[in-house]
């Protein structure tokens, strides 16, 4: 049986640390700690929970901290995870014979970011499970160096670093910098500018954030692994903007390459929506695209794609259609789309259903 070690780069993660390996130590053989200046009780913490720490000064490069770390394992395969993420569940026996070949594993991550409705969840297929050898490059965003084959591994991660109650940190401060640097050695590289614009939408500059999104946009290749969550994202900062105009020009040029992506579908929706009530006259043509594309959503389903926001091909579609259908006097049709949602125990949905009901 192959043998895996647990390798993370830390810094004053006291608080979060307990968690994340109190939930990975019944799968691992070893976990290593690197410690890059934390100035609270992060090593203790790691100690007491047998992981081996270790002290690198940190040089402003992901890569470099986590290829470090790397050195000290001596286990078949290493697993990345950081202090705020935690395993949820993992499939021991599928996990060792995915092992057994010299492959990558993409393991699923769910994640809660702060939105302009609240919070919402989010998944991803990122690959953190790899043969002991394989090192990463990258700055920062950093990525596993190695054309070995990468495929789905039936681990389940909840990482709480984008929902800002919980971690009490704004990495979008902390990784502009650091984008900005790796940028200016590869100007032409499309991730490095749309994680950029992200980072700057985060801290609230939508001027540099859409600077940096059309220069992504430009530069992105369709069958880049991040091409359609780029997309996507393009579309909701112009929404956010309110430039409606582009944002329609995105979806018009796009709809016939972005494949099964509910997601895409679900920010059309939402689109037609708001061109509507800026201009009923001239924009009362998409009226029915607004139905059209919530369908779309629903007859996608959920995770199609490597990454999306829960509830996009499901319970969010659902209540959407049912105020389509609210708006436009289909009160029966809204109530079945409501009592779908609220199966999900969706409070938007059943508090609509409360009203109708009353």
Request: proline letters at 3%; charged letters at 25%; glycine letters at 6%.
């Amino acid at each position: 049986m192959k043998s895996i070690a647990l390798v993370m780069i830390v810094k004053n993660e006291e608080k979060l640390l307990s968690r994340c390996l109190e939930s990975v130590k019944p799968y691992v053989d070893d976990m290593i700690v690197l410690d890059t200046g934390s100035e609270d009780q992060t090593p203790d913490v790691a100690r007491s929970h047998g992981a081996r720490v270790f002290d690198a000064k940190w040089q402003d490069d992901f890569a470099h901290a986590r290829n470090t770390a790397l050195s000290h394992s001596k286990c078949d395969f290493n697993l990345a995870l950081d202090a705020d993420e935690y395993i949820v569940k993992w499939d021991k026996n599928a996990v060792s014979a995915f092992m057994e070949k010299p492959v990558i594993g993409k393991i699923k991550i769910i994640s809660r970011f702060n939105s302009s409705d609240g919070t919402d969840t989010a998944w991803t297929y990122i690959s953190r499970l790899f043969p002991n050898g394989v090192s990463y490059k990258g700055i920062i965003h950093e990525q596993l160096d190695s054309n070995l084959p990468r495929l789905i591994v039936p681990i389940e991660v909840h990482h709480e670093g984008y929902h800002r109650e919980v971690t009490g940190k704004n990495k979008s401060s902390r990784n502009i910098p650091l984008l900005e640097k790796a940028l200016s050695e590869d100007p032409e590289n499309a991730y490095y500018r749309y994680k950029l614009s992200m980072d700057y939408k985060g801290i609230g500059d939508y001027q540099a954030a859409c600077r940096h999104m059309d220069k992504a946009y430009t530069a992105i290749t369709r069958n880049s692994s991040v091409y359609s969550a780029l997309v996507v994202d393009y579309i909701y900062l112009l929404m956010e903007i309110k430039d409606y105009t582009s944002a329609l020009r995105i979806i018009e040029q796009e709809q016939n390459y972005i494949g099964n992506h509910s997601g895409f579908y679900f920010v059309a929706g939402l689109l037609y929506v708001k061109l509507i009530l800026s201009d009923v006259k001239k924009y009362i043509r998409y009226f029915k695209e607004i139905e059209n594309s919530f369908l779309k959503c629903l007859e996608i389903g959920e995770n199609t794609d490597d990454s999306g926001v829960v509830g996009t091909g499901s319970f969010a579609a659902l209540y959407n259609l049912g105020v389509f259908y609210e708006m436009t006097k289909r009160v029966p049709e809204a109530m079945k789309c409501y009592e779908k949602a609220a199966a999900y125990d969706y409070a938007p949905a059943i508090e609509r259903l409360k009203k109708l009901r009353s």
